[in-house]
């Protein structure tokens, strides 16, 4: 017996045997091997050996989807998306996100495109980023607890952190894993980050803080929250200061 007689409908579809019972639709290989239990509310393929996942729920009036990539071996990423394309002559796959359009490869890896229209792979400590333009390109870092339109941050074609000021980049002082922006919509200074701590930053790329706060969170008229964390809590002091550090 390929697929046990348990399920409430069975459909062939490239490869694949979709079953369905009350939990919802899943995947088993042409020779038996189950390869998605039923969780989903659909399935489609989206090129040989590759197909897309589609999860929802819904209680009361949250409702939460997305769609995922699938394999031969199961789950190629943990990346979710609003919508899948189908695969490309070029071996790449049409994705949205967050209303954004991007591209993965078949094995669920980001990519941009560079100004010539040549994908390049994005590393995986970004969630989301914008194709390159005049060498820059726009990037939202993984570590955020859940994607903010606001946090984004710029980099160079090796993806380097950029301060980038009125369309020009400036040179910094130190070395910077991120710098957060929209704080400088607010005043001229730029929070930053290095390796895990919070630093200041003046828009002509000279440190006014050196990183060493948990965080740093803009407040008014140039005083800032600095949150300091000691014997392994998370925050264990918070103090004001201002963009000189008085």
């Known amino acids: 017996t390929v697929v046990n007689p348990e399920y409430s409908d069975v459909e062939w579809i490239d490869g694949y045997f979709k079953i369905f019972n009350e939990r919802g639709i899943g995947l088993v290989k042409s020779d038996g091997t189950i390869l998605q239990e039923p ?17 929802l729920s819904e209680f009361g009036n949250d409702v939460h989807k997305y769609w995922t990539l699938c394999n031969d071996s199961g789950i190629v990423s943990d990346r979710r998306y609003d919508e899948i394309g189908n695969v490309s002559d070029d071996e790449y796959i049409s994705v949205i996100y967050k209303g954004r359009k991007g591209y993965v490869d078949k094995l669920g890896k980001l990519a941009i495109k560079d100004e010539q229209g040549n994908y390049i792979p ?3 400590r970004f969630i989301w980023a914008e194709n390159f333009n005049n060498g820059i390109a726009k990037v939202w870092n993984c570590s955020d607890f859940y994607f903010d ?16 000021v009125d369309g020009n980049i400036i040179t910094t002082e130190v070395k910077i894993d991120r710098i957060i922006y929209n704080n400088s919509e607010r005043c001229n200074d730029y929070i930053f980050i290095y390796d895990n701590k919070y630093g200041l930053l003046s828009e002509s790329g000279k440190v006014l803080i050196e ?4 965080r740093l969170e803009y407040l008014r008229n140039n005083l800032y929250i600095a949150y300091i964390s000691e014997d392994g809590n998370f925050y264990s002091k918070i103090g004001i200061i201002d963009n000189r550090e008085n």
């Open 39 to 55: 969780a989903y509310s659909n399935i489609e393929i989206v090129g040989p050996g590759l197909l897309k996942l589609l999860y």
């Open 122 to 124: 994005v590393p995986d």
């Open 149 to 164: 339109e606001e946090s984004y941050s710029y980099v160079d074609r090796n993806y380097n952190q950029i301060l980038l």
């Open 211 to 214: 990183a060493k706060y948990k």
